[in-house]
């Protein structure tokens, strides 16, 4: 019966937002809630389980991922960052004062996921040079308060600080 | 707009904060994701639930066997409805003043009987829900399926089998009202139009599921219960209620709520099981509902069919409006506000902005074995929008008259008010001439329209759709209290002045995200003269804040707002009385501004508040005699005067329709509404933006779809689709001010808005795009097909 226990735990190291962090993991568990469950990152939420709605994306060795699209053995050497880790480095300040200044944000939900999908269309903030450029980057992040409008504001005006070197621009505007 | 007692309008007050667009201070902790959500919250020896829900629309439980499910790995127990009905009482949807409102017994766990796909029928709870889950596999259950009532047409037909067999029909409310004489007017009209709109059954959505953490502890007597809810002072007397506990025995708290929209203000069966399964484990037990279980089993709204008639004379004054309306609510009415109210609500808003005198509306509710409905954002608001603007449109158009115009014509003026709606509802103010008006001058009307005419000739085919509206806000008792329901209309703030002279204000409205916390930290700041960074809010706990009914009906601002302005006057007023026998000036010369008393006429600093605080609390021996500070105080708020603030506003939409495939791109968005004071632009705003894209999506999108059977065909985001940042516009905001005189701050709500006019703006936009095609589409969501289906091509 062990062999085909669900519950059977694999062992996994990973970088964890700039930590090595060891796990047993189920085979079955998927990353969102291993990152909640064994880390207590409840900054990584889930909406859907089933990869539609956003809320849970992270970075998995750059890139943005559905933690809940994944499982937490695949997580064994790769390097995981959340929006915890990210708002500890400071790398989306900027991003997270333009959305405070811009109210572009209600109940927080699709927060964490929406600030990892920008930061990463942010690497690029070229990327980033049309509202219509931004709404198909957060286009798969979903967020039933806002309207995206304000979202796809506090976005551009990141992106355009960070064209034109400001990027303390929106920490300014916020104090 | 009430002088404050420093001789000051708020608005002047040298440190108001109402008015002004200040970032919310509790937004910072879920931008860095600290929000601490219901499944965030960390308990020891946590059991999680999981249920066994109905896979038939209708069916007799004819055996249960939860053996082999007990033992599975970390099982705690398996309960089914029989064993939890022992702990929990059933309850029965209905309310005094609908009169004849029927519904039937609903347990928290279905016992003999199953009525919708997704009722809850047995629990497990286990160390993990995954375990938990596993064991619902081993639960071996037979039914008897018994027959579904799906259509809503033929549910009170007399060969259709009643629901619930002692209520002997499926007819769960019926209400008909007849105003001035409408055969008449429509005898004399110059132009009837009709036509019959179908709005698909849609749901909430919220992000964050459903989910409750209900913890007893056997040593104090003390249920706590975490709920992602907005109405926490409601859910602990339900609780107290229907689980015989005491109400110091039960404390609800609803700290953050990843979206409610209305959606979590009803009693769910799921909810109060996983609380009497608390109580019967004595121990924690934690829901939190999958997004399936949330498509199945969060209440449903909008399944309505309404067929309507509308009178015109030849200059195109509307003269008399006919409807019948017909909605299906599922098994049950929805305790304890009742799935009554939506179509309550259309009667009594269809038509609402316009002037006509000859109104008769039938509306009729019946049972059906779908998911239950109730209450979901702008209840009834826009199917009684797309009803009027619908035919106001269509009206127009055989006129030969442009659809603003018609508007402009018909509406109730401004210079009206107060005055009654037809439907014998009371308008304390309202701005339709200015809101309209305003509007055209927003969007450019004229000049939209010489680009529509322009791109028509190249075979592009825009379309431009208004809809006027108004809205409904701050209800007082007359909402649910004079029915018998035990949700509190009135709300409460106490606020209390702490040694270092900041304030902590607890406040019984509730925060969802709509910035509540934010604006009362406004009102507060402003109301004692605190600087807003020394003001600290607390919502969402029974044992922490006033008694008071939380968040519904866009009552946050307009309601619990007017509470915190006068908790913070009466504060000030203590603060300067001390302050005058400290300093030995008379207190009306005085004033707190800025964290300091000050010299009222000349600003000049006396004394910081630090300073008072450092006196009052640690040396009150050095008090002259006599003085006693009263540092803390309360005040609670609900309007007298009008049953309800009405709102009101007009959208309009631009949009493009792709006349090969039926794809409808939205190109623009406007809004311009009247909630009274605006109290921080930037929240009114993107609450109105959100709206917008929540009427959009029922629209264009979202649709819960069953079978004939009674099965429902999507339950996931991936196929029932919701608005997403791709395909919506840009949306232009704009506000014209009527305060209400039924309170000093003159708020009223604005939650309801943009999901009242949405669907009509864009829904008339796509039927003044198809014109040229003499193509028409009545049938929300109006998916692709539905366009092509218009145009003749399927």
């Excluded at chain 2, 039937?104 to 199953?114: E, N, S, T």
């Amino acid at each position: 019966m062990a062999s085909e226990c669900p519950d059977r735990a694999h062992a996994v190291a990973f970088t964890l937002n700039g930590e090595t962090v060891r796990a047993h993991v189920p085979a079955r568990m998927h990353l969102g809630d291993l990152l909640r469950q064994s880390f207590g990152l409840t900054g990584v939420h889930l909406g859907c389980e089933h990869g539609v709605c956003g809320a849970c994306t992270i970075l998995v060795d750059g890139r943005a991922v559905r933690s809940c699209l994944m499982l937490g053995v695949q997580a064994d050497g790769a390097t995981v960052e959340t929006v915890e880790g990210l708002t500890e480095s400071g790398r989306i300040r900027d991003l997270q004062d333009a959305f405070h200044v811009r109210n572009a944000l209600q109940c927080g939900y699709c927060t964490p996921g929406m600030l990892v999908t920008a930061a990463e269309l942010l690497d690029d903030a070229d990327a980033a040079a049309s509202r219509e450029a931004i709404r198909a980057a957060i286009a798969g992040n979903y967020c039933r308060c806002t309207g995206y409008h304000a979202i796809v504001d506090a976005i551009a005006s990141t992106a355009e600080a960070r064209r034109q070197g400001r990027p303390n621009a929106g920490r300014e505007a916020a104090e | 707009m009430s002088a404050d007692p420093g001789g000051l309008t708020f608005l002047d007050r040298p440190n108001s904060y109402i008015g002004r667009s200040v970032p919310r201070p509790n937004a910072r902790r879920l931008l860095e994701g600290r929000g601490v959500y219901v499944d965030d919250v960390a308990v020891a020896r946590l059991g999680h639930v999981a249920f066994l829900r109905s896979p038939h629309a209708h069916a007799r439980i004819v055996a249960l066997d939860t053996a082999d499910a007990k033992a599975m790995p970390g099982v705690i127990a398996v309960v089914t409805g029989a064993e939890l009905a022992e702990v929990c009482t059933p309850w029965v949807g209905v309310l005094g003043h609908f009169k004849g409102l029927r519904s039937a017994p609903q347990h928290a766990l279905a016992i003999d009987r199953v009525t919708w796909v997704g009722e809850p029928f047995c629990a497990v709870v286990a160390h993990s829900r995954a375990e938990a889950e596993d064991a619902l596999a081993a639960i071996m259950v037979e039914f008897d399926p018994l027959p579904a009532v799906v259509d809503m047409e033929t549910a009170l037909d007399p060969a259709t089998p009643a629901i619930h067999a002692e209520l002997g029909d499926n007819l769960a409310f019926e209400r008909v009202l007849d105003v001035g004489d409408v055969d008449a007017a429509f005898r004399d009209a110059a132009l009837v139009v009709e036509e019959t709109f179908q709005f698909g059954r849609h749901t909430g959505v919220c992000l964050e599921p459903r989910a409750i953490l209900a913890d007893w502890a056997a040593a104090d007597g003390m249920l706590t219960v975490h709920h992602s809810f907005q109405a926490p002072h409601m859910m602990q007397d339900i609780l107290c209620k229907h689980l015989s506990l005491a109400e110091g025995a039960v404390r609800v708290i609803c700290k953050d709520v990843g979206g409610s929209f209305g959606i979590k203000v009803h009693i769910y069966p799921d909810e109060m099981a996983t609380c009497a399964l608390a109580l019967m484990l004595k121990r924690p037990v934690k829901f939190v509902a999958d997004r399936l279980e949330s498509f199945q089993s969060d209440i449903h709204a909008r399944d309505h069919r309404v067929t309507a008639r509308m009178a015109f004379s030849a200059e195109g004054d509307i003269l008399a409006l006919d409807m019948d309306d017909l909605t299906g609510i599922g098994p049950y009415s929805v305790y304890p506000r009742t799935s009554a109210v939506e179509a309550n609500q259309v009667v009594n808003l269809t038509g609402g902005p316009y002037r006509h005198q000859h109104y008769r509306a039938r509306a009729r509710v019946v049972l059906q074995n779908k998911a239950p409905t109730c209450q979901y954002r702008a209840v009834g608001h826009p199917i009684a929008t797309m009803v009027a603007e619908g035919l106001v449109d269509l009206g127009a158009a055989r006129l030969g008259l442009d659809p603003l115009a018609v508007r402009e014509r018909n509406v109730i003026p401004d210079d009206a008010y107060p005055c009654a709606g037809v439907s014998g509802i009371k308008l304390e103010k309202l701005s339709h001439q200015a809101a309209l008006a305003k509007l055209k001058a927003m969007m450019d009307y004229d000049g939209l329209r010489a680009e529509q005419a322009n791109l028509r000739q190249r075979g592009i085919h825009r379309g431009i759709g208004l809809a006027a509206f108004i809205e409904i806000t701050n209800p007082s008792a007359a909402f649910y209290g004079v029915g018998g329901a035990r949700i509190s209309s009135q709300d409460g703030c106490t606020i209390r002045l702490d040694p270092q002279g900041g304030v902590v204000a607890s406040v019984s409205v509730t925060e969802q995200g709509q910035g509540t916390e934010g604006i009362i930290a406004q009102i507060v700041a402003t109301a004692t003269g605190v600087p807003m960074d020394k003001v600290r809010v607390i919502s969402g706990d029974t044992q922490a804040t006033p008694y008071g009914g939380g968040t519904w009906a866009s009552r946050g601002a307009g309601i619990g707002g007017e509470a915190a302005w006068q908790a913070g006057k009466a504060l000030r007023g203590n603060v300067l009385a001390v302050a005058g026998a400290i300093l030995q000036a008379d207190p009306g010369s005085l004033d707190v501004r800025d964290g300091a008393v000050v010299d009222a006429g000349t600003g000049t600093e006396r004394m910081p508040l630090a300073e008072l605080g450092r006196i009052v609390y640690f040396r009150p021996d050095t008090l002259p005699p006599g003085v006693q500070p009263e540092f803390v105080a309360t005040r609670h708020y609900v309007p007298k005067d009008y049953p309800f603030a009405f709102t009101n506003g007009v959208q309009a939409s631009y949009v493009e329709v792709d006349t090969e495939t039926g794809f409808v791109r939205l190109l623009k968005h406007w809004c311009v509404e009247d909630c009274g004071t605006v109290l921080n632009p930037l929240l009114v705003d993107e609450q109105i933006r959100g709206g917008i894209v929540q009427g959009i999506g029922g629209a264009l999108f979202e649709h819960c779809l069953y079978d004939s059977e009674g099965q429902l065909l999507n339950g996931s985001m991936a196929d029932y689709l919701v608005p997403m940042a791709g395909e919506m516009p840009d949306i232009a905001v704009a506000h014209v001010v009527s305060a209400t005189a039924s309170s000093e701050i003159g708020a009223k709500g604005a939650g309801e808005a943009g999901t009242a006019g949405a669907p009509a703006a864009v829904v008339n936009a796509i039927n003044d795009a198809l014109r040229p095609f003499e193509a028409r589409v009545s049938r929300q969501p109006v998916t692709p097909e539905v366009v092509l289906e218009a145009l003749g091509l399927i």
